[in-house]
């Protein structure tokens, strides 16, 4: 859907109309016998269409041709230019004029009426340049262009002020105001001047030969203007240019010379870097934010329909045979709409089908269609919808103008909220973003949209200016992620045919027109690419349906910048451009270069967005007490669908709920962990070691594959999946054959695991105890963590009795150990091992037994009476001697010394130590 559709609004009109001008409420006509017509403009229910009705007719209201007419609102008054003079006519009588004498030999004028603020000095402001400071006045100013001179009159509240005049080298031809304090004033070509009303100082200025640069379309078709040569002179044809100087903004003005248009500021340089390349001299041309409208005579545009469907277009580039209306975006200078006459009146009427090819050399059978001219292009008071445009059209043959006379038309523009919504159903969303900066919507879109441009600049290979896009409107990492392929998104990837509905862009493509035709060769294709070769040609494929082409250059590139400029390039029609970008996907045409350049460039871009985004979530969470610490402890990533990731808000992080900013931060750590392996393997180490969102089952595979079991371990550690590590650890030992090397990692990984983790620890050591027990017994002893010795003491005692006793004579060597528990346990130990060895005959028993000796000698960490009763009564003398004499029965023990074992030395000690009296 176009910006405007066309409606008549008078029709029958035979007078010839010179003048013509538009208030919100009234239309006046003015006709070369000096005729006023007056219509009143009534708003229609339901309809933006003006309904006009003839309100007055004021014949011979002047002697000669109306040339030109305003309103003074201040003065309530009609401007009349006619036979050269400027006359004043009142509003509510239209009789009794006033002629300003001063404008004999008047060729133009120009109106200006503003809110201006009376400063201390006498000096008036605007309320930019004020602040609104000073008393508010309402002042207006008609600028009178004479020969070789211009009058300034003036008013304030109505109040007329001193009339200002000044000479000049040449007649203006036509007047604009760039603001309220300044006037433009075109001259014969190429001379123009810039007169300052508040010192009237004139500074004068030559407009340029050409453009910077060609923005015709048919130029982007191979149709620059040598090619619409051999079509009869048609640059020739009808009537001549008017001079013009448009308005476009505040401070800038649009001067058309033949068929360039170049935009000045107030110091009478060019403010944007290309101007508008007509493909003829435009007749007349208007400003209605934010579009230019421009009239042409026949034969003067390119037909591109007929283009799209004659079959002699290689040989002839077909015009439009009639008079037509072109409209162009003020921001991007880039053609949006093409009004052929004769109109289409009813806008939801599509337009006639374009006449079918013809062979070679023939012409096609076409209704014809009399010529007519369109006139006096008039732009109305306020902006956008509601505001119409209207232009007259007259048929050129005398006959048909007594028979049908002339039809004032309304250009008339389709709600803001339907272009906008036009242009996003196209993908024009640079278009749609440029527009909505320049007016206001409710709901406002530019969010949304914003996110589709983001996804229109990843395909066009503009990967960093994407990503700025994504990370100013706090997009949901999943979408984000979900445009690289799944070596590094996984389950999250998207094929490129679904990036636009994955953003919220519509599923339906529109039908093709014109314009999506000339775009085609824009299309472009998205390439992948990968650690190796093999890998760069499966992603491209996956992702494009081909493998990689050859390199060709890219095409030009358009850099953006602030202000004007940068609405220019980003502005209403702009195609896609390209500028340093990065991403996996380069894309211009389905021959842009591909290599690991654009691999390296695009997953920088990814990693910004990434580290980016990774420190911002985690603080969101500390309000809710959430650390990473705690990720194994909290719902796993993998546990949530792909559309309930992708239903993630695009929002302000502080305006996510907990869940949310958990599910974010999973996604960031696991598509950096995926990225790390691709672009920067050597930083997987230091993210494992640290407290990470990266879920497991995401990535783990990726990392055996490329043999990271460090860094793989490391993060099963920090997601507390410690039995996979010690099974990783277990595989990886069988490939080891130096003992430090099969062993020492599984002991240094169970020391450090706490005592909720003991189950797992007496399992994951078992097969080490079988192997090395020395080594595995280094598992208890550690000093990071203190396990529950009497599990410990129970397990080792499970694999060996003698581990046990090594276990707890640890505890009271090295931890102090206190308890008769375990000494009671370790002399029963000695006590049970010492009798099974000696009956083995072996040598160790002598050494176990010298061991319990001297526990219960030097001991006070057990039951005397207990191991007492344990004793055997024919073995192990020596030790029921000491338990005697522990007992407090000395003469027991000195029975055993002396009498069972003969060993007088203990028996005397023993008297010594326990000082007997006998």
Not at 229 to 248: D, E, N
Not at 372 to 385: A, E, I, N, V
Not at 660 to 686: C, E, H, N, W
Request: proline share 7%; hydrophobic share 40%; with cysteine.
């Amino acid at each position: 859907m176009p910006p405007f559709y066309v409606s008549p609004v008078a029709k029958g009109i035979k007078d010839r109309v010179e003048a013509l001008f538009a208030t919100s409420d009234k239309l006046y006509l003015g006709t070369n016998t000096g005729t006023l017509y007056i219509y009143s403009s009534e708003k229609v229910e339901g309809s933006d269409e003006p309904k006009l009705i003839l309100q007055d007719t004021k014949k011979s209201f002047v002697r000669r041709q109306i040339d030109q007419l305003g309103i003074l609102k201040d003065i309530s008054s009609l401007v009349v230019l006619s036979d050269s003079v400027v006359t004043l006519f009142p509003l509510s009588t239209l009789s009794t004029p006033t002629v300003l004498t001063q404008t004999r030999n008047a060729s133009v004028f120009a109106l200006e009426t503003s809110v201006q603020y009376e400063l201390s000095d006498g000096s008036y402001a605007t309320a930019t340049q004020s602040g609104s400071k000073g008393i508010a006045t309402v002042v207006t100013v008609l600028a009178v262009g004479c020969k070789r001179k211009v009058v300034i009159f003036r008013w304030h509240d109505g109040e007329a002020q001193p009339v200002k005049e000044l000479a000049l080298d040449h007649t203006p031809r036509a007047i604009a105001f760039s603001t309220p304090h300044t006037i433009v004033m075109a001259y014969p070509p190429p001379d123009n001047a810039i007169l300052s009303l508040t010192t009237m100082a004139l500074t004068e200025f030559v407009t340029p030969a050409t453009t910077t640069v060609s923005n015709n379309p048919g130029i982007g078709m191979g149709m620059g203007m040598g090619a619409l040569t051999g079509l009869g002179g048609y640059m020739g044809l009808g009537s001549k240019a008017k001079f013009a100087a448009v308005k476009i903004e505040e401070g800038e003005v649009l001067i058309p010379k033949d068929s360039t248009g170049l935009f000045f500021g107030v110091d009478g340089q060019t403010t944007r870097p290309v101007g508008i390349d007509w493909p003829a001299s435009p007749e007349e041309t208007v400003y209605t934010k934010p579009y230019i409208i421009s009239s042409f005579p026949p034969n003067s545009l390119p037909d591109l329909e007929a283009l799209n469907t004659t079959a002699t277009a290689a040989i002839a580039t077909p015009t439009i045979s009639n008079s037509a209306l072109q409209i162009r975006s003020a921001l991007s200078l880039q053609p949006v709409q093409t009004l052929k006459y004769p109109f289409i009146e009813d806008p939801t009427q599509p337009p006639p089908p374009p006449p079918p090819a013809t062979k070679l050399g023939s012409a096609s059978k076409q209704p014809t269609i009399a010529p007519h001219t369109l006139r006096l292009l008039t732009s109305s008071p306020g902006t956008g919808p509601g505001a119409p445009t209207f232009i007259l059209s007259t048929p050129t043959d005398r006959t048909a103008l007594a028979n049908e006379g002339s039809t004032l038309w309304t250009l008339i523009m389709h709600p803001w909220q339907d272009q906008i919504s036009e242009l996003v159903r196209h993908e024009k969303y640079a278009d749609a973003l440029a527009l909505l900066g320049v007016i206001s919507v409710q709901p406002d879109p530019t969010k949304h949209i914003q996110g589709l441009r983001g996804v229109q600049l990843f395909q066009e290979g503009q990967f960093e200016q994407a990503i700025d896009m994504f990370l100013a409107l706090d997009m949901n990492p999943a979408k984000v992620i979900a445009l690289y392929p799944d070596s590094i998104s996984g389950r999250l990837a998207a094929p490129r045919e679904r990036w636009i509905k994955l953003f919220g862009g519509d599923v339906e493509k529109p039908e093709e027109t014109k314009e999506t035709k000339e775009e085609e060769g824009q299309k472009s294709i998205a390439v992948v690419e990968g650690a190796g070769d093999e890998e760069v040609q499966k992603a491209v494929t996956a992702i494009t349906g081909s493998p990689p082409m050859e390199p060709q250059s890219p095409p030009a590139s358009i850099v953006g910048s602030a202000g004007i400029s940068s609405r220019i390039k980003a502005g209403l029609g702009a195609m896609g451009v390209r500028d340093e970008a990065e991403s996996i996907k380069d894309v211009s045409s389905s021959k842009t270069k591909k290599g690991p350049d654009e691999f390296t460039l695009s997953t920088r871009a990814l990693g910004t967005f990434l580290v980016d985004r990774r420190p911002k979530i985690p603080a969101a969470l500390v309000p809710f007490g959430i650390t990473a610490a705690q990720s194994a402890d909290l719902p796993a990533l993998s546990a949530a669908s792909v559309d309930e990731l992708m239903a993630l808000p695009s929002a302000p992080l502080s305006t996510l709920t907990p869940e949310q900013l958990v599910r974010a931060a999973q996604l960031v750590d696991t598509a950096l962990f995926r990225l790390y392996l691709f672009t920067k393997p050597s930083m997987i180490g230091a993210l494992c070691r640290v407290d990470n969102w990266c879920e497991v089952v995401e990535v783990e595979e990726a990392l055996r594959a490329r043999k990271k079991f460090t860094e793989l371990i490391d993060l099963y550690r920090g997601k507390k999946m410690h039995a996979k590590a010690l099974d990783l650890l277990f595989d990886l030992s069988k490939e080891e054959e130096d003992p430090l090397d099969k062993y020492m990692s599984s002991i240094r990984y169970l020391q450090k695991l706490g005592p909720e983790y003991l189950d797992l620890i007496f399992k994951s050591a078992r097969w080490i105890f079988e192997e090395k027990p020395d080594m595995a017994f280094d598992i208890f002893t550690a000093e990071e963590v203190e396990l529950p010795p009497k599990k410990v003491a129970d397990y080792l005692e499970s694999i060996d009795p003698m581990l046990c006793i090594r276990f707890i004579e640890y505890l009271f060597a090295e931890r102090q150990e206190e308890s008769t528990t375990f000494g009671d346990r370790l002399v029963e130990l000695y006590l049970r091992q010492t009798v099974k060895l000696k009956k083995e005959r072996s040598s160790e028993h002598e050494r176990l037994y010298s061991k319990l000796l001297a526990f219960v000698n030097t001991s006070k960490y057990y039951d005397f009476d207990r191991l007492y009763a344990l004793l055997p009564q024919t073995d192990l003398h020596e030790v029921r001697a000491v338990v005697l004499g522990k007992l407090g029965n000395h003469h027991g023990a000195l029975e055993i010394y002396a009498h069972k074992i003969q060993d007088y030395t203990e028996a005397e000690e023993h008297v010594l130590q326990t000082s007997l009296p006998d």
